[in-house]
Every structure is written in structure tokens, then in C-alpha cells.
């Protein structure tokens, strides 16, 4: 058995789902590949712990939630120099997502890629900004990228439309890459209700953030088209490039309009060699996009065969961690 060094940084919902699924399915997974995950550093805002033999995710979890930090020493600020510093196999990057520079996370994963290291990240800015310097960058150096929980959660669609549809032409892409946008227009198809109540409904039951300009503008979609695009369409755009509409204007009487229509309204992304496009959308009640509730959907065009539609929840502790667990078990497969 070999060992897979493991760096994290960022340790909040998701790089503690990381710590903590890695200690009740590492020694499994560890037997069942050969290969052994092993945490040797881990930084947060303020702190930092590394030790080349290994860190107990158990501890770094204690230590985190009776101390707010997640390591016993002090960093200072200068996060990069640390992802330099530290000996690793991959880096599991998991700071907040920034769409104006993509910082932390870019110098980060540049920094990981530059030393021919693997990357294994959720973190939206840097692939909707910087995703062919990137991907080129890591081809270079001979580092893989990869990032399934950066669209759609626990939703499979990165690595099935790269590994499992490899050989077929993807022409075009839609979806619903949003949970929360999609559960604030179901409400208000099935209650009537209105966009303000629908988003208070929703931030109470812990799907919105208290900022949810992000999500209702349009912009979280649109940082998932631009990676949709890139790493399965082959193109090389950035956020800029997405036309954006969110659906701050969506009003009751347009849901009821809609619905005299049998249609309902949803926030649709999609990626063609026309279009690359947030906006809401009528869609035909039956049709998969018209899905309603927290899920997240996305519909592949292919060349063979034909439509494939995917779907999973979105976002979430534990759903975003089992994208991480799944990219780290395709690095190892892959070797
Ligand atoms: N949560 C989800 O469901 C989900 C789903 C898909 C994608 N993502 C993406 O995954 C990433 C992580 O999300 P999350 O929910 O785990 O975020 P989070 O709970 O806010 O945690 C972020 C972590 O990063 C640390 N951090 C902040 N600024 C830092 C800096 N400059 N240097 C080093 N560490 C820094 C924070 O430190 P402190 O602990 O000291 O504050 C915290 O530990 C984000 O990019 C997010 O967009 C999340």
C-alpha cells in the first residue's frame, strides 16, 4: 500500500466533510484501492497543521470546532507560500469561491499545478475565470485538475461526460445548476407565492445564503456554464462571456401566465455553439427540465447517444464531499 499526501486547504463545511468521511471510509477505501489517503496538512483563515506522517482527521475536527481553528499555529496570511512549502500529492482546494479574482483559490491551485502536483477542487471562481491557464498549466506540468463538485454538488455530470462519454461529440448542454433559484420558482408555481416569500422560505430552511444576490442574480449558474463549457465543450470562455438574466423579475403573474400554458418557469444555463446563457425559461410541465424542489439537472446532447440527463442534489455537506471522494478515486484509478 502507498499513500496519497493529502493538503487541504480550507476547512469549513466541505473540507470538514472531507476530514470526516476520510475517517470512516479511508481504511476502506485504502484496502480497495491500494492506496492509502493521508491528511498531511491543513490550513484555514488563521491556521495551519502539517506533519509529514500523517494528521488524525479526528483531531483536526475536535481541534476546529472547541477552537475555531484548525491548527495550534498561526499562519499569518500567506497561504500560497504554505501550499509551496508543504510536500504533497494533491491539494484538495476548498476556500469560498470569489468571482472578481478567484482568489485565494487560483494562487492556491496554481501553485499546486506549477509543482506538477494533482488538484482536486470545488471552488467555482477559479475554473469559471482562469479554467485554460488552468487546465493548460496542469497539463504542462504534468498535474491532473479535477473538479466534479464544482457544478452541481453530488450531480455527476463532469466526470461522466469526460470519462464515461469520452468518445462521443457533446453538442449541447442545458440545465438546472442552481437549487436554490429552482426551489424559490417551484414555490412559487405550487403556492403562488411571491419571490420575496419564496427566498425567506428557503434561507429558513437553510437552502439560501443571507446574501442571496449570487444565486437570484444568475451568477452561481453562470460560473457553471462557463466550466461547462470549458471542460466539456472545449471551448475556452470565462464568466464574462455568459449572458446572464436571474430571476429577480420573475413576478406571480408570469408563474400564472405559464401555467394557463402548462409550462413552468425555470433558470435555465445552457452551452451550444449559439448560446452561452443563464435566463428563465418556460418549460413544458413533463419535461425533465421543469424538475421542482432543491435538485439540480443537466441534459446532454450527444452524437451517439442522443439525450442524457443527469441529476443529483446540488450542494450540501456530505453531496459535495462525495464529488471530492470521487475525483480523489479517479486520480488513484487513474495511476
Ligand atoms: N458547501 C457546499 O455545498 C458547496 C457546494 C459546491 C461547491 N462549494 C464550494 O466549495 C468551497 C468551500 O465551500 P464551503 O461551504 O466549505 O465554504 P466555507 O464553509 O465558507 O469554508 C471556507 C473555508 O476556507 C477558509 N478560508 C477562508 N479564506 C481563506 C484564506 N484566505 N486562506 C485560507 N483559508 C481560507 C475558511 O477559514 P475559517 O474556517 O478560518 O473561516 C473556511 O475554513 C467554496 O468555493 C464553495 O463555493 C461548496
Redesign the pocket.
Known amino acids: 500500500v502507498i499513500d496519497m499526501d493529502i493538503l487541504i486547504?480550507?476547512?469549513?463545511?466541505?473540507?470538514?466533510?472531507v476530514a470526516e468521511v476520510l475517517a470512516s471510509k479511508g481504511p476502506m477505501l485504502g484496502s480497495k484501492l491500494g492506496e492509502d489517503f493521508r491528511i498531511v496538512g491543513v490550513?484555514?483563515?488563521?491556521?495551519v497543521a502539517f506533519s509529514s506522517d500523517g494528521l488524525d482527521p479526528l483531531e483536526l475536527l475536535e481541534r476546529?470546532s472547541s477552537t475555531?481553528?484548525?491548527g495550534l499555529d498561526r499562519h499569518g496570511?500567506e497561504?500560497t507560500a504554505l501550499v509551496r512549502n508543504s510536500e504533497h500529492d494533491v491539494l484538495i482546494?476548498?476556500?469560498?469561491?470569489d468571482i472578481a479574482l478567484g482568489?485565494?483559490?487560483l494562487s492556491?491551485i496554481r501553485c499546486s499545478l506549477e509543482a506538477g502536483r494533482d488538484v482536486v477542487?470545488?471552488?467555482?471562481?477559479p475554473l469559471a475565470l482562469r479554467f485554460k491557464e488552468l487546465s493548460d498549466l496542469a497539463e504542462r506540468k504534468g498535474g491532473r485538475l479535477r473538479f466534479e463538485?464544482?457544478v452541481g454538488?453530488a450531480m455527476p455530470v463532469i466526470n461522466v461526460a469526460r470519462d464515461i462519454l469520452m468518445g462521443e461529440e457533446i453538442t449541447k448542454i442545458r440545465g438546472i445548476l442552481n437549487g436554490t433559484c429552482n426551489f424559490i420558482l417551484s414555490r412559487m408555481g405550487e403556492e403562488g407565492l411571491p419571490l420575496n416569500q419564496a427566498l425567506k422560505e428557503a434561507q429558513q430552511l437553510g437552502f439560501a445564503e443571507a446574501d442571496p444576490t449570487y444565486d437570484i442574480d444568475g451568477i452561481d449558474s453562470a460560473c457553471k456554464v462557463a466550466i461547462l463549457a470549458n471542460a466539456i465543450m472545449g471551448m475556452d470562455v470565462s464568466l464574462n462571456d455568459v449572458q446572464v438574466t436571474g430571476i429577480r423579475g420573475i413576478s406571480e403573474d408570469a408563474i400564472s401566465l405559464a401555467a394557463g400554458q402548462r409550462k413552468v418557469i425555470r433558470l435555465i444555463g445552457e452551452i451550444s455553439e449559439e448560446r452561452l446563457e443563464v435566463s428563465p425559461r418556460l418549460v413544458p410541465i413533463g419535461h425533465p427540465l421543469s424538475i421542482g424542489g432543491t435538485l439540480n439537472l443537466v441534459q446532454m446532447k450527444t452524437d451517439i447517444a442522443g439525450e442524457i440527463t443527469v441529476a443529483g442534489r446540488?450542494?450540501?455537506?456530505m453531496?459535495?464531499t462525495s464529488?471530492v471522494l470521487s475525483d480523489l478515486v479517479a486520480l488513484v484509478k487513474e495511476l
Do not use: I, L, Y
Open positions: 486547504a480550507g476547512f469549513g463545511v466541505v473540507g470538514r466533510g490550513f484555514d483563515s488563521r491556521s476546529k475555531g481553528m484548525v496570511g497561504t482546494e476548498v476556500t469560498p469561491t482568489e485565494p483559490g492556491h477542487t470545488c471552488n467555482k471562481g463538485g464544482a454538488g446540488g450542494a450540501g455537506k453531496e459535495t464529488a
